[in-house]
């Protein structure tokens, strides 16, 4: 590994004002991430989950607590930091090529290198002959792909991915998470993937966080080493599965339904 | 391992250009040219027979043939295309300061909360008094030259666009805002690439309509105040009973006011050729 620089979370805590009163979103988050490991953080709504990968991203400051990467304390957003969101994201006026370059406006690469570097990640996430086209004529993995694309482009050392297949179809989710599998071992950088869906968590991640709700907060730690290509069929990976599912409360609803 | 699969295979690559694949019928245009003939050419036939049958004296309407040879007289004799420039001229000038000026004070309020509470109320006060209420005043000022029509229809050409760049700019969804952040665009970049293209289907709205407005306008421009211009034609025509050539000028104005919008219009659809299914 490359890149061995800790992306470390220090009591991070964080509190909304809706009328008037406190609303804790992130109460005493401390975490250390290992540098190009992959992490799934899973959780109900409404854990915090999101707004923890906006405050890492740098677009929220307003927190308790000190977030750093290799040492270096995090301050605002950096090319050091990509993220893909949910919605693709992509800008509709541009092309796919132009959308993917636009991350590397202010890269000191010259033009040619940057070109280089756009075809050579555009080929990555296999969109290769779709380089002229607007976003409204691909499809919602198209776009994801496109999206994974401009986070890469910058190389950063942490990728932050906020539920990127959430909005996708089942297929195209399990195509996807195989290509970020891909994408990882190629790049070798920090992946942060936050998620609902537990099964997506466990096959990528090498570890699984699980938060819980109100106010959000760490409730367990797994660490998953089945090697790679997982296999969702098998025993262990339904036994991991499981325990996660209990960490998340999953199993709590249904036995006091049925009591 | 490869990853490209299914879910691009089933999709060929369009055409590089990105262009819009021609419209469901566009093999047959000439049809809907010929569908959009009719009622015009029912409406000139009519006009024929009305003025052969005398239904009407000819100082009201003269024969369209009458027509068609009193423009070319004007073209021939009357130096026609002399006003017919000397009104372009005003227009193109006229549109080209209010638009752009327009789009400068639009993004600027777009930007700034405050630009727009020190002029926002003084604008939307003064956008109430129609350019041609201020023409009287303004000739009084600079004498009735070209200057005087090119400000009162600049005024008038400002405020669509003026406003519709504004709403623009603040109906730009707050997320590319937020992707600008993350790719840490300046802020000059995220004006070029971000708000200025996202305000872009609305500022053409505002660009189009003034584009119209100002041809409309540079005719009563014309004829209150000046000695040349096709509003002065249309008006000199009326009170010598020259009643073909005020159907000549009207038609040129016409056919230039369809001119106008068809362009603006096509540039439209070629600057927003990445809105799905926009048609203009």
Request: glycine fraction near 10%; hydrophobic fraction near 45%; charge should be positive.
């Amino acid at each position: 590994m490359s890149r061995s620089e800790t992306l470390s979370l220090r009591n991070i805590g964080k509190t909304y004002q809706i009328d008037g009163q406190d609303l804790c979103v992130l109460d005493e988050i401390s975490l250390d991430i290992a540098g190009g490991s992959f992490i799934g953080i899973v959780g109900p709504s409404g854990c915090g989950k999101s707004t923890l990968l906006r405050l890492i991203v740098g677009l929220d400051s307003q927190y308790d607590g000190v977030i750093s990467l290799g040492g270096e304390t995090v301050v605002g957003t950096s090319l050091d930091r990509g993220i893909v969101f949910q919605d693709h994201r992509l800008l509709p006026w541009m092309t796919l090529e132009q959308n993917v370059g636009l991350a590397l406006l202010n890269s000191t690469l010259g033009q040619s290198e940057r070109k280089e570097r756009v075809a050579d990640l555009i080929n990555l996430v296999g969109l290769r002959g779709f380089e002229t086209v607007f976003p409204h004529q691909l499809s919602g993995g198209m776009a994801q792909r496109a999206a994974i694309a401009r986070g890469l482009v910058t190389k950063p050392r942490v990728l932050l991915l906020d539920e990127p297949l959430g909005a996708l179809d089942a297929l195209t989710r399990v195509r996807l998470q195989d290509e970020l599998l891909h994408i990882w071992e190629i790049e070798r950088i920090t992946m942060i993937l936050v998620t609902h869906d537990v099964e997506e968590a466990v096959y990528l991640g090498d570890r699984v966080i699980v938060m819980h709700p109100a106010p959000g907060r760490i409730a367990d730690d797994f660490s998953i080493d089945l090697p790679y290509p997982r296999d969702r069929a098998s025993q262990e990976f339904t036994n991991i599965r499981q325990r996660v599912l209990i960490a998340m409360g999953a199993y709590d609803g249904s036995r006091r339904r049925a009591a | 391992m490869s990853i490209v699969d299914a879910d691009i295979a089933f999709v060929a690559p369009p055409k590089p250009t990105g262009r819009r694949v021609s419209r469901k019928a566009g093999d047959h245009s000439w049809r809907y040219i010929a569908l959009g003939l009719i009622f015009p050419a029912s409406v000139l036939l009519f006009w024929q027979i009305a003025a052969q049958q005398r239904w009407v004296s000819d100082v009201f309407l003269p024969l369209p043939s009458k027509t068609a040879w009193a423009f070319v007289t004007m073209v021939e004799k009357q130096d026609f295309s002399h006003d017919f420039l000397a009104s372009i001229r005003i227009v193109g000038q006229a549109f080209f300061y209010g638009s752009v000026v327009g789009v400068l004070f639009g993004v600027a309020a777009g930007f700034s909360r405050t630009v727009e509470r020190v002029f926002g109320p003084t604008l939307d006060g003064l956008r109430h008094i129609p350019g041609i209420a201020w023409l009287p005043l303004i000739v009084l000022w600079i004498g009735i030259g070209a200057p005087a029509k090119i400000l009162v229809i600049a005024k008038s050409v400002f405020f669509p666009v003026f406003l519709n760049t504004l709403q623009g700019i603040r109906s730009i969804d707050r997320n590319y805002i937020e992707l600008g952040n993350v790719l840490k665009l300046t802020r000059g970049q995220q004006i070029r690439k971000i708000v200025i293209p996202g305000a872009m289907p609305s500022i053409l709205v505002g660009v189009r309509y003034g584009a119209s407005l100002a041809w409309a306008l540079v005719v009563v421009a014309e004829g209150l105040s000046g000695q040349e211009g096709l509003g002065f034609l249309i008006f000199r025509a009326q009170s010598l009973l020259l009643t073909d050539q005020l159907l000549v000028c009207m038609v040129v104005i016409g056919v230039v006011g369809f001119a106008i919008d068809r362009s603006v219009g096509i540039l439209q659809r070629h600057l927003l050729r990445w809105k799905h299914g926009f048609q203009g």
